[in-house]
């Protein structure tokens, strides 16, 4: 285990900074033309029961007040306002801090003053923040504020969020001991948990002596990097490895001795560029800017580290950092509230630039215009975009990121990303970030690998600091500023962008020092708690979960954990990690066991198992598949159900095979029994609803290993990195049956809640029959896994006693079926005990079908009434 807290050091004294470096030239108007200036684009089991106990520690409440601040100028695409000071206590020098932490080994910037030794705003934006009554006189049109004689509370809700968010406190720590009455046999292990418990405290009375609280510390992106005031552009940078620094850019003509920097005793680098003459920025909004640092490696020119946009040029590989501050007429205004938090999560997992029919990269505006309707339309909630962050290497799939504070640059502009997110909250859609937290891109040009020259500058120095499957550095989670750093990229993206959560990447190997490489977790909790475990990443999660959701109570965290860490999922105030859901990762790989054996093979106890075997308490998003199945050199549930065959037999005019019958009847069986028994949340990645042929290969060269071997690429071809929707939608083709029962199995989700739902029961797991039956709620689910089998007035066990209907059949033609459950039949239930359950009705079970039957309630009769009724002339 990892008990300290490398690098850090809690500070003693305030941070004074020193007068401002600035050449004295006037006027900063450079002729430069800023890359916005022109019209060009960049190529480019137990079951599971509902959670019901209650916290330790209750999360405050914060009344609205009846005005709401509209921003005028925001500083660097920062909507929020900055019109409170820092509240930073600063202990004396030498003085005791109230912790056991060693006081000497925290690092972090503190609180900035000016010349004159005033405490300077966060983003200096106060002198540009109007305050409006309800009754106010402007309104939104367009993203775009108009006159109007009044403002719609809706629209109040989400423009003075942000203002409203900054009045709130993180809830204080709880006591941290529910978990043992969750889980008794945690007890063995309470050494750890309340050691680490502790020190997630430690952490949070640091933040709150040093920083004036988590809600402040979280908004560093108004401190660091770039900041408008009134006056001026304020940029700072944290690089404690170089020697000396400057700014260059466009706007001085990459002089580096134009713009040179000072340092303070933490490691801050600071300049101050006062307006032209004529009032406007130094800096225009569009041109190109980089630090340039004499480092202990030698002199370098990086992107700062929290730039808010950065673009690749046509035909040059290294990056540019973007100066991101559009004039106000330009900015994307929020117009629509968030959606209410789903009481169940139905996913739809996205990739912006592959989501088009055409081989390209696709744009934030025809994702908006083109997908999103479509995840309407289909039935899903929510949708996970990936590759947000910008990652210089698109192959990546957006998982080595370069610059953490920019959405990609290959999809659009800043404000476009808004617009998708704004629309997609017109729909009812919650919208989540995979966010990648657990390393970033080893790339030394364009990231913050070696930013300052040294290896330690927000990472772990040699061996810890590299993850060799993934060619990436680990960040340490220990020290303070990539603290800040962390803490307020993820408030970053939920405060700006208006995210609704996250899907937080790679969280088994943030909380091991093995990463979980070459590890086999099979319950034990010495696999959890032991010398392996890093605390210090555990703290931090605890920390981002705090934040999230002490800042915006309805957001939602996922963490993809394949090693099933107990307390996960519950709150950090009852002693948790605090995630909302795991991501059952397990599933998808049994599936892929499965379906390398024959039918005959398969157990369907063995099936049960894997999709029920999770943590009481603890929710899970379930999957049959993801986006990794897609990669090249996997394969995907279809393809390997039906493979070839694919190729030739899904049109409708010509007669099928064996193989492709086989396949439909399996594809729409796994999902839906995924979804039924699999957790609280659902998660499909696009395309994979209708089974959708081939896999995902990212264009991409030759590759020349040092040992001559040559791994041939596609010739940056994106023939196979686009998703086929013409597929799904063409009635003509048998993939436009399975996108319905898609559809269809999403909907009923919806209106009988069956994930979430507390009664949850398994009556039946019949090897020879090959037999799955199980309740969720009012329904009544039955799986025929048999080959070749179809049973006859097949009695199936149930609880609740009346009429049953047919409300979902995977072998309805609609759905690419046979037609051979009759959906006008009733079901009357038998009293008397079968399979464990008090009553019983008989069914037709043909092979290879699923069929869903629910309780006919009063409300299903009249409108059943309704409809026979004829209509008078």
């Known amino acids: 285990m990892v008990y300290t807290l490398s690098g850090v050091r809690f500070p003693t004294v305030p941070s004074v900074y020193k007068s401002h470096g600035f050449s004295s030239n006037g006027d900063r108007r450079n002729a430069n033309v800023s890359v916005f200036l022109k019209k060009h684009s960049v190529s480019r089991k137990i079951l599971a029961e509902k959670s019901s106990y209650q916290s330790e520690s209750r999360p405050s409440k914060v009344a609205a007040s009846g005005k709401v601040l509209v921003p005028g100028s925001q500083s660097d695409s920062s909507s929020s306002s900055a019109d409170q000071l820092e509240a930073t206590e600063t202990a004396p020098e030498n003085s005791p801090v109230s912790t056991d932490v060693d006081s000497s080994t925290m690092e972090h910037t503190s609180q900035i003053k000016t010349e004159n030794g005033d405490v300077e705003p966060a983003s200096g934006l106060t002198e540009n923040v109007e305050e409006l009554d309800f009754a106010s006189s402007l309104q939104l049109e367009g993203g775009k504020l108009k006159e109007s004689k009044t403002l719609d509370t809706s629209e109040v809700t989400i423009i003075g969020e942000s203002d409203r968010i900054r009045k709130k406190g993180i809830p204080p720590p709880g006591l941290g001991q529910k978990i043992y009455e969750i889980d008794p046999l945690l007890t063995n292990y309470r050494g750890h948990l309340d050691y680490r418990f502790s020190q997630y405290k430690k952490m949070r009375e640091a933040i709150d002596k040093y920083e004036g609280g988590l809600e402040a510390f979280s908004r560093g992106y108004e401190k660091m990097g770039f900041t408008r005031s009134a006056t001026g552009i304020t940029y700072r940078e944290w690089a404690p490895g170089a020697k000396s620094a400057s700014l260059i850019g466009d706007f001085n003509n990459w002089d580096p001795n134009a713009d040179v920097m000072t340092r303070n005793e933490f490691g801050v680098w600071e300049i101050f560029l006062p307006n032209n003459a004529d009032g406007s920025p130094a800096i225009p909004h569009g041109s190109r800017v980089k630090i340039r640092m004499d480092t202990p490696s030698g002199?370098?020119?990086?992107?700062?580290?929290?730039?808010?946009?950065?673009?690749?040029?046509?035909?040059?590989?290294?990056y540019n950092g973007i100066y991101y501050d559009p004039p106000e007429e330009e900015r994307y205004i929020f117009q629509h509230p968030r959606p209410k938090k789903p009481k169940s999560l139905r996913i739809y997992e996205s990739h912006i630039g592959m989501s088009s029919p055409e081989p390209k990269i696709n744009s934030y505006v025809n994702f908006r215009d083109d997908v999103l309707p479509?995840?309407?339309?289909?039935?899903?909630?929510a949708v996970q975009i990936m590759a947000i962050q910008e990652h210089s290497y698109y192959a990546s799939f957006g998982y080595h990121v370069t610059n953490f504070f920019a959405p990609s640059s290959r999809f659009g502009t800043p404000d476009d990303l808004k617009s998708l997110i704004d629309k997609a909250h017109e729909l009812g859609i919650v919208v989540l970030m995979d966010i990648v937290h657990s390393h970033a891109s080893n790339n030394t040009l364009d990231g913050l690998n070696m930013f300052d020259g040294t290896d330690s500058c927000y990472f772990h120095s040699g061996s810890r600091g590299y993850h060799w499957m993934w060619d990436s550095r680990l960040f340490n989670y220990g020290h303070w500023e990539v603290l800040r750093y962390l803490l307020s990229n993820a408030r970053w993206w939920l405060d700006e962008f208006k995210f609704d959560g996250f899907r937080f990447d790679g969280v088994?190997?943030?909380?091991?020092?093995?990463?979980?490489?070459?590890?086999?977790?099979?319950?034990?909790?010495?696999?959890?708690?032991g010398l392996t475990t890093d605390v210090d990443a555990v703290v931090y999660l605890m920390l981002v979960n705090d934040l999230i959701h002490g800042l915006f109570p309805d957001a939602i965290t996922i963490g993809e954990d394949v090693s099933g860490m107990p307390t996960f999922c519950i709150p950090v105030q009852d002693g948790g990690v605090g995630f909302d859901y795991r991501l059952h990762m397990a599933i998808a790989d049994k599936w892929i066991e499965l379906l390398k054996k024959r039918d005959?093979?398969?157990r369907v106890g063995d099936i049960v198992h894997t999709l029920t075997n999770r943590r009481w308490l603890e929710k899970c998003v379930s999957y049959a598949e993801s986006h990794d199945q897609a990669l090249v050199g996997d394969k995907t549930i279809a393809f390997w159900l039906m493979d070839?065959?694919?190729?030739?037999?899904?049109?409708?005019?010509?007669?099928?095979?064996?193989?492709?019958?086989?396949g439909i009847a399996l594809h729409k069986m796994i999902r839906l029994v995924t979804m039924g028994l699999g957790g609280e949340g659902y998660l499909n990645f696009m395309g994979n609803e209708f089974g959708h042929p081939e896999w995902i290969d990212f264009p991409r060269a030759d590759q020349h290993l040092p040992d001559g071997t040559v791994i041939p690429g596609n010739q940056f071809s994106y023939d196979k990195c686009r998703r086929r929707f013409d597929l799904g939608d063409a009635d003509y083709l048998r993939y436009h049956g399975l996108q319905e029962f898609d559809q269809a199995m999403q909907h009923l989700e919806e209106r009988y809640e069956f994930m979430t739902s507390q009664h949850q029961f398994i009556s039946r797991k019949n090897e020879g029959d090959r037999m799955i039956v199980f309740e969720r709620g009012n329904l009544v689910f039955v799986f025929n896994f048999h080959w070749t089998n179809s049973y006859s007035d097949y009695r199936i066990g149930c609880l609740k006693p009346g009429k049953y209907k047919v409300v979902l059949d995977s072998d309805d033609p609609l759905f690419g079926g046979f037609g051979r459950i009759d959906h006008n039949a009733e079901f009357f239930t038998y009293e008397g005990w079968y399979d464990d359950r008090p009553r019983s009705f008989m069914v037709y079970a043909p092979s290879r079908t699923a069929v869903v039957y629910a309780l006919v309630d009063k409300e299903d009769e009249q409108e059943a009434e309704e409809e026979e009724e004829p209509v008078e002339e």
């Open 299 to 318: 002199v370098k020119d990086s992107i700062p580290a929290w730039i808010k946009f950065s673009v690749q040029p046509p035909d040059e590989i290294p």
């Open 374 to 381: 479509r995840i309407k339309k289909l039935g899903y909630n």
């Open 508 to 529: 088994t190997s943030m909380m091991y020092t093995h990463h979980g490489l070459s590890v086999g977790f099979t319950g034990n909790y010495e696999e959890y708690f």
């Open 600 to 602: 005959e093979d398969w």
């Open 644 to 662: 070839k065959d694919m190729y030739e037999f899904m049109a409708l005019d010509r007669p099928s095979t064996p193989l492709i019958d086989r």
